[in-house]
């Protein structure tokens, strides 16, 4: 079955692999770096959450108004702060643990609005 949204060149002998969405070569392809930072109202929020994850706790980080760059070096320097381990999925980190108090000091540290989200 034939794909009719993205159709077009794939791969070309002269440039080798080329995107689809904007048929240019994978080097010179600016759909894929021109990612936008995620849309947020201003407001940081932390929450702690147990749920599917057997009991444990993760502090959860969303709304971090950066650049997906920049927000997993900020995400590293959390983890760091809070010597925990801990991710980043989807513009949201999440820190092995319950941190909500240091990762709230480190927020306003750097002058963003906090809110504690949750039970």
Avoid at 27 to 36: I, L, N, Y
Avoid at 46 to 62: A, D, F, H, L, S
Avoid at 85 to 113: N, P
Wanted: hydrophobic share 30%; net charge positive.
């Amino acid at each position: 079955m034939k794909n009719k949204g993205t159709g077009g060149l794939v791969y070309s002998t002269e440039h080798g692999r080329m995107c689809p969405v904007c048929r240019q070569p994978m080097d010179h392809c600016t759909c894929r770096t021109a990612e936008m930072t995620p849309p947020s109202d201003g407001v940081v929020r932390i929450r702690r959450e147990t749920k599917g994850r057997n009991g444990k706790g993760v502090t959860v980080v969303t709304g971090v108004p950066l650049e997906p760059a920049a927000l997993a070096s900020f995400a590293k320097q959390l983890r760091q702060a809070c010597s925990s381990g801990g991710t980043l999925k989807d513009g949201v980190i999440e820190i092995q643990g319950d941190h909500v108090e240091r990762v709230t000091s480190a927020l306003e540290a750097r002058g963003w609005r906090v809110k504690r989200s949750g039970g």
